[in-house]
């Protein structure tokens, strides 16, 4: 009898990929890999709760300027959490999960919003979604 572990194989990804973020009607987005970042992020802006049939809700605005849809999101599925920044600084954002597909893989992650206009890309992929899934070639 084999008790052999079979685990998934790893993808290649590059330092750069295009993904898709289907229930946010968002496709062929640039995405930047950062190894050196916990936790993914995506560009947003006009974040805030708001009070819908008496529960709170997080309305927020994609990147249209990267072909996101020209209206509000609205989730009651999310979190607050203190991250560090690109420059070190700890700050508070909002944390939503949706599904992504990164080189043909669909995955439910997190994504922390955060203002991003001043990047190249407005969604960073991070560790925790890049972990036992996929190596990172920078070549």
Known sequence: ?????ILPKKRTIGAT??????????????????TGAATSSIHCSKVKIVE????????FFLDVQKGAPREAFSVVDFTEKTVKNSFGHAEKRYVIKTLIVVSG???RTQFSLADRRRMKFPVLLGRKLLKGRFVVDVS
């Open 105 to 107: 893989r669909k995955i």
């Open 52 to 59: 819908k049939n008496g529960r709170p809700h997080l309305s």
């Open 17 to 34: 990929e295009v993904v898709n973020f289907p229930e946010l009607g968002w496709y062929d987005v640039p995405a930047r890999v950062d």
């Open 1 to 5: 009898m084999n008790n052999e572990i």
